[in-house]
Nanobody, 122 residues
Framework: QVQLVESGGGLVQAGGSLRLSCAASGRTFASYTVGWFRQAPGKGREFVAAIATRAASTYYADSVKGRFTISRDNAKNTVYLQMNSLKPEDTAVYYC???????????????WGQGTQVTVSS
């Protein structure tokens, strides 16, 4: 069982940066892959980025490639999403998810957090 808690969301102006954190419980977190997803008002949930167990692989949605960076610190049971050059269209609730499989963009992760709001003003 893994419990995930996101933090770091907030209000930022376009062009600004935020770093989201996904803190996990459980001693085996290092064996889980983690994905970030987001859901904007009135839209479906979409994939943002994913990272493999030892950060050997990362995967990004085209819309964030070059602006967002996913990383992890297994000693702290935490995965980060550094978001730079934010745009108003990045406004959404951001969720992290974990699974023992390398799912990348597939929304079949077993464990999900409650989400953190990111609002980018123009």
């Amino acid at each position: 069982q893994v419990q995930l808690v996101e933090s770091g969301g907030g209000l930022v102006q376009a062009g600004g940066s935020l770093r989201l954190s996904c803190a996990a419980s459980g001693r085996t977190f290092a064996s889980y892959t983690v994905g970030w997803f987001r859901q904007a008002p009135g839209k479906g949930r979409e994939f943002v980025a994913a990272i493999a167990t030892r950060a050997a692989s990362t995967y990004y949605a085209d819309s964030v490639k070059g602006r967002f960076t996913i990383s992890r610190d297994n000693a702290k049971n935490t995965v980060y999403l550094q978001m730079n050059s934010l745009k108003p269209e990045d406004t959404a609730v951001y969720y992290c998810a974990a699974d023992s499989r390398w799912l990348r963009q597939l929304q079949k992760y077993d464990y999900w957090g409650q989400g953190t709001q990111v609002t980018v003003s123009s």
